[in-house]
C-alpha cells in the first residue's frame, strides 16, 4: 500500500470518528448529596465546537508541510534557537504526563474532580489509545525528516500529543469546579512543546499538529467513554466490539476485543 492510501485511510478514520460520534452518548453529570459525582449516559449531538480549535491546529502542521511560506517559517524558527545555542534539557520526557499526574494526585488529596478513579482512568486510557492511533501511522506515512536529522519521524509531535491530551483531561475534569486549577496543566502542555523546539527534536508545525491531535483525542475520548465503560460494566445486554490499531517492531495490525 502506498503512502497516499495509507494517509487516505487515516483521514477517513479521523472522519469516522466525527460521524458516528453525532448523535451517540454523552457524558452528563449529577452530584447527589453526601456522594461523589454520579456518572450517567444521555443521548446527545456531539459539539463541533469544541473541535474547532483542534482542527485548526491540525490544519496548520498539515498545511506547514506543503505551503512554502510555513516551511520557512520552521526554518527561521529553528535558526533563532540555534543563535542562542539553548540547552537541551530532557524535561519534556516526563512533562508531556504532568497533568494527568496531578489530576490524579489531587484527587488523592481530596480534590474531587468530575469522575472516580476508575472512570477517569478509562477516559485518560482511551484519549492516549486514540491519539496513538493518529500519530504513529502518521509518522510512518508522512516521513518528515525530523530537525536534527536523526531519522524521519517528525510529523507530528508525539510527546506535544500525549501533553495536550493531559492538559485537555485536567481541564475537563476541573473545569466546572476549580477553573483555574483545571487550566494550569497547559502551561506543561506548552512547556512540552516548547522544549522539543528547543531540543531540536520538531518543526514548529509538528508541535501545533501534536497539539491539535492530543486535544482531540481527549475530547473523543470523553464523547466516546460511555460506550467504552460498557465493556467493563456489562450493562448492554449486546455484543460490543472494541478495534484497536497496533504498532510494533515497525509492523501494523488490528487488536480485537470482543464483549459478549
Not at 487515516?10 to 453526601?34: H, M, R, W, Y
Request: aromatic fraction near 14%.
Amino acid at each position: 500500500m502506498t503512502n497516499r492510501y495509507l494517509f487516505s485511510a487515516v483521514i477517513f478514520f479521523f472522519l469516522s470518528c466525527f460521524q458516528k460520534l453525532n448523535g451517540q452518548d454523552s457524558i452528563n453529570t449529577i452530584a447527589e448529596p453526601n456522594s461523589a459525582f454520579v456518572v450517567k449516559n444521555s443521548p446527545r449531538r456531539l459539539n463541533y465546537e469544541k473541535l474547532i480549535i483542534p482542527s485548526l491546529f491540525i490544519s496548520y502542521g498539515v498545511a506547514g508541510l506543503r505551503i512554502d511560506e510555513l516551511r520557512e517559517l520552521d526554518h527561521s524558527t529553528r535558526h533563532e534557537i540555534w543563535e542562542h545555542q539553548p540547552d537541551h534539557i530532557r524535561l519534556d520526557n516526563y512533562t508531556q504526563y504532568a497533568p494527568a499526574l496531578m489530576v490524579y494526585g489531587l484527587n488523592a488529596a481530596g480534590v474531587k474532580g468530575k469522575h472516580n478513579f476508575k472512570e477517569r482512568t478509562i477516559i485518560y486510557a482511551a484519549s492516549q489509545l486514540i491519539s496513538t492511533a493518529f500519530v504513529v501511522p502518521l509518522k510512518h506515512i508522512v516521513k518528515e525528516e525530523r530537525p536534527d536529522g536523526s531519522n524521519k519521524l517528525s510529523f507530528p509531535s508525539g510527546h506535544t500529543a500525549t501533553a495536550f491530551a493531559s492538559a485537555q483531561f485536567m481541564f475537563r475534569e476541573y473545569k466546572d469546579t476549580h477553573f483555574w486549577l483545571s487550566i494550569s496543566g497547559y502551561s506543561f502542555a506548552l512547556f512540552t512543546g516548547v522544549y522539543r523546539t528547543l531540543n531540536d527534536k520538531h518543526w514548529v508545525s509538528d508541535v501545533v499538529a501534536g497539539a491539535g491531535f492530543g486535544i482531540l483525542s481527549t475530547e473523543l475520548a470523553y464523547c466516546l467513554y460511555p460506550k467504552i465503560n460498557t465493556l467493563f460494566t456489562g450493562k448492554n445486554k449486546k455484543t460490543a466490539t472494541l478495534i484497536i490499531p497496533v504498532y510494533q517492531n515497525k509492523n501494523f495490525g488490528i487488536g480485537l476485543v470482543k464483549n459478549f
